[in-house]
């Protein structure tokens, strides 16, 4: 493909846009002198705009969510041939693609056996939510309602996701939030107090234990995790971290809830994040790359002994998961997945994640001893964090406007990266990367090289 892939600007669609509107997570004042830029065509890891101007996405749409990469022909027909035989039927009843998915999914995650369909990520965690305190109503008398979130994580954008949120400026002025809900301290080494001694990750799990004793472990139900924190700083746990969640959540009979809506379906370098940490969860939700955008669809996933309280009492009238997500029951979701988990399968994307992934890590680490602005560089697999300071022995974060500065400069060099986002008070300072798992060595360079000029010119 070369750069001239439409004839015009499309100045009617800009002012189409302009008028009606309304963007995501934007503030619209500057579309008042500025163009809004409309995505128009993507192939593998590039995208082009409305002008015609090509860009390299090194955050998979923005949100983490092409796994793939752009230009599937082959799930574009999936899609089609599904939607032509049936296009939908409430999820009270079955479906083949629906089938065929689940079971192909469940062959991935030995242990877990039941997958509950919805449209979005935070639906999936407001599944696991009502779950758990129907669980609560049906099993414990109303004890163990509680759910405990951590710090800098997050799980989704409506109410209720937001009050399992860790990112302070997402939940502002968006209060009064749902009630029982409670924060436990984030892991990252980098931020935490002894953050460098090997003991980290084990007293980062024993401070979730002290908030589980303060509450009173018969008011817990649940803890909800990223297995790797994406949105709120790319944290990979420390060492001994997971081991002793684990060991926790057994001890006081709390449900393990791992949120895989980013690190599901190979940007980790591995089918889902958990599994690298060797970690038993008793519920796993994901929604962005199971289709990798080509269809709206997000799984609740269990196993049979979650299951089993809601099928138990049959004579109860409420014996059963009273829950249902009209959107839930598209076909075109399934059926997406199917075809983008055999392309993962057989273009080896997660290797290519876990390998390439490495290579980024390496790139990252030899331009931060050019940048003195970069304090700390993390990731795993085709998920990276690069966090900027003002001074590196005091950890002083960048100011937010000099990181988005940062993430415009690559946008004029033709690379799309993000950076924690209206999240963190004072630490919106981390520049993200998340490019398609099709992602090369030589995208790679492309990519570092558009963020080293743009440090450069930011920080000279
Ligand atoms: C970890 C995590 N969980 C949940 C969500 C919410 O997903 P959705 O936007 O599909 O509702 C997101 C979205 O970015 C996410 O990053």
């Keep these: 493909m070369d750069n001239t892939v439409l004839e015009n600007d499309n100045r009617d669609l800009i002012e189409m846009d302009r008028a009606h509107i309304w963007h995501h997570l934007s503030q619209h004042k500057k579309y008042e002198s500025a163009d809004p830029v409309l995505m128009v065509e993507g192939k593998g890891l590039r995208v082009w705009d409305s002008s015609g101007r090509e860009y390299i996405d090194a955050v998979a749409g923005g949100v983490w969510t092409v796994n793939v990469g752009y230009g599937r ?17 409430s999820h009270a009843m079955g479906s083949e693609p629906g089938s065929r998915f689940a079971e192909k999914l469940l062959e991935k995650m030995p242990g877990m056996s039941r997958v509950y369909f ?15 305190r129907q669980i609560s109503h049906a099993k414990h008398g109303g004890k163990k309602n509680k759910i405990l979130y951590r710090a800098r994580d997050y799980h989704g954008t409506t109410i209720t996701a937001l009050s399992s949120g860790g990112q302070d400026e997402r939940g502002a002025q968006y209060g009064p939030m749902t009630p029982g809900f409670v924060e436990v301290p984030h892991c990252l080494a980098y931020r935490g107090e002894g953050g460098d001694k090997p003991d980290f990750g084990v007293r980062a799990a024993e401070a979730i234990e002290e908030v589980i004793k303060r509450e009173g472990a ?25 081991e002793k969640v684990q060991e926790i959540c057994r001890r006081y009979d709390i449900l393990l809830h791992i949120d895989e809506v980013v690190c599901g379906f190979g940007r980790a370098g591995s089918w889902f994040a958990y599994q690298l940490y060797g970690i038993e969860p008793d519920f796993v939700t994901m929604a962005k ?6 269809a709206a669809i997000a799984c609740t996933v269990t196993h049979e002994r979650v299951f089993e309280k809601f099928k138990d009492n049959p004579g109860d009238p409420l014996n059963y998961f009273r829950d249902i997500s009209t959107f839930g029951g598209c076909t075109a979701g399934p059926a997406a997945a199917l075809e983008n988990m055999r392309i993962i399968e057989d273009e080896g994307l997660i290797e290519n994640a876990a390998k390439v992934g490495d290579y980024l890590l390496e790139k990252l680490q030899q331009l931060q001893k050019n940048h003195e602005v970069i304090g700390d560089v993390r990731g795993r697999g085709l998920l990276a964090g690069i966090e900027l300071v003002s001074d590196r022995a005091t950890r002083e974060p960048v100011e937010e406007t000099r990181v988005q500065a940062v993430v415009a400069g690559c946008l004029q ?3 799309i990266i993000g950076a924690t ?5 004072g630490l919106n300072n981390t520049l993200l990367l998340a490019p398609p798992l099709v992602c090369s060595k030589k995208d790679v360079d492309a990519i570092v090289d558009a963020i080293d000029g743009s440090l450069r010119e930011e920080f000279a």
């Design 421 to 425: 986002n209206r999240s963190l008070a």
């Design 413 to 415: 060099r033709g690379v």
């Design 218 to 242: 018969d008011t817990i139900g649940a803890l909800v995790l990223e297995p790797i924190t994406a949105g709120g700083g790319a944290i990979v746990p420390p060492e001994g971290y997971w």
């Design 289 to 294: 790359g199971v289709a990798s955008g080509y």
């Design 118 to 132: 919805s449209p979005s990520g935070s639906e999936a965690n407001e599944k696991v939510y009502k779950m758990v």
């Design 73 to 89: 022909e082959s799930i574009a027909d999936a899609v089609r041939e599904q939607l032509a035989k049936i296009n939908f039927f």
